[in-house]
């Protein structure tokens, strides 16, 4: 069952396209990677499927929703699209457990006993309970990604956005995600992933997306995009990633 | 007399002092962060009032704004109890400076955060209350401990306007006892007291509220 579907996204920056007719679908327990050199509006896309950015044109229907309407209320439709920030960019003010928690109190209105408990469940789905009065300042850079994954999982989005979830970590760390991101999926949880991390899209099940000036220019496994694509952006862009391969 | 009589007769003014200090931080303190906030709606003719109110009560002197609530509003038939007057020109004062610290402290907010929080689908307010005023507050820290100081140290000014704090009772005293030396000493070591305890209290909520690792990135 589809729950994001997206027609002719547009978005300029001073009559400059960044985007420029974004199509692509994505269902329920699906993973989809979007992939594309550096500058393409892999972030510009992610922004705009929750108008964190506003789009220019184009449709976006989430959940049977159109949600560039005016009247929508899009901070609604944001509670349930989690969204993990390249620099992960916790709450430096809030201990993990707190920034958890944040949402479930402020949005949900759950008691501060309850919202406790539910954080401290996802923590510990991410392996971060021992840390969890801890202050982001004090957390390394993979343990900050895994608070700021259960910040996302505790609000129980229908999907989860991650925008290049291993360029911030060592090549160990980066594997960890691999494994996290498998784990999140067989639960379920429905992702849409930007990276230009090869090895990371090779251990994730899902299509890759290759977005190209903005534009989708092919949808494939990752493996029919590496094998001599015919698109020629696809095979310089992957022969740049992985000369050897 | 003994220098401790001086002292502890100085130190009925003092209650006046810290009186008067207090209704001024608390004047300053929110209107300052009023002041601030509304900065942050960024609204053009706001932006000019604002403009205006931290540049009138930064470039005028304590004493003249003083005088004119003091003695320039009851002439147009206002009149101001002192210590409302001393929280309309020291206490606004306060508030002119401070807003610039909390513009400067709201602005050292990592936008990342804000934009993290409005991707959980936090409304403005909440992501002012939640994220940017805690943060902003623990930024102003040292600016604000400099503005409260800077209150204490002009509240003699009250003097002018029949407040009996501190420094009017020494006067009096001095002008009957003959002995100024000695009283305008006790005046500066309860000063000195007054000052050490106000900084000690500021420090022990800014350490009570401190977070481990916290600092402007
Ligand atoms: N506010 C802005 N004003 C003007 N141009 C912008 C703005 N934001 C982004 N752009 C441009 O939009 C294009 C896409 O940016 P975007 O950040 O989406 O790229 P990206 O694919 O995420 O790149 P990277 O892989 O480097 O993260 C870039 O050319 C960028 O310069
Ligand atoms: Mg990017």
Known sequence: ?245 | MTFLEIVSILARGAGFTILVTLACILTGFFSGLLAALLFRLDIRPLNWLLHAFTYTFRGIPLLVILFLVFFGLPSIGLPIPPLVAMMLSLGLICGAYLSEVFRGALEAVDPNELMAAQSMGMRRIQILTAIEIPQMLRFSAPGMLNEFTTVLKYSPFAYTVGVPEILKEATSLALTTLRGMEIYLAVGVLYFLIYKIMMEMFLWVERRYAIPGFKQI
């Open chain 1, 1 to 245: 069952m589809t729950l994001l579907q997206v027609r002719g996204l547009t978005k300029k920056h001073d009559d400059v396209g960044v985007l420029n007719g974004v199509d692509f679908s994505l269902c329920k327990g699906e993973i989809k990677i979007v992939m594309g050199p550096s500058g393409c509006g892999k972030t510009t896309l992610l922004r705009c499927l929750n108008r964190l950015q506003e789009p220019s044109s184009g449709e976006i229907i989430f959940d049977g929703e159109e949600i560039t309407a005016a009247a929508v209320d899009i901070q609604q439709v944001r509670q349930r699209i989690g969204f993990v920030f390249q620099n992960f960019a916790l709450y430096r003010h809030l201990s993990a457990l707190d920034n958890v928690k944040l949402g479930l109190r402020k949005l949900r209105g759950l008691s501060d006993a309850e919202a406790t408990q539910r954080a401290i469940y996802e923590l510990s789905r991410v392996e971060m309970q021992d840390h969890q009065d801890k202050y982001p300042a004090h957390l390394s850079g993979g343990q900050q990604q895994r608070v700021a994954i259960a910040r996302a999982l505790v609000m129980d989005p229908a999907v989860l956005f991650f925008d290049e979830p291993t360029s911030a970590l060592d090549p160990l760390m980066a594997r960890e995600v691999a494994n996290l991101l498998n784990r999140l999926h067989d639960e379920k949880v429905t992702i849409l992933c930007v990276t230009h991390d090869v090895t990371l899209a090779k251990n994730l099940p899902g299509d890759v997306l290759f977005l190209n000036h903005g534009r989708v220019e092919a949808e494939a496994p990752i493996s029919e995009l590496m094998k001599n694509h015919a698109n020629e952006n696809v095979r310089a862009f992957f022969e740049q990633k992985a000369p050897s391969e």
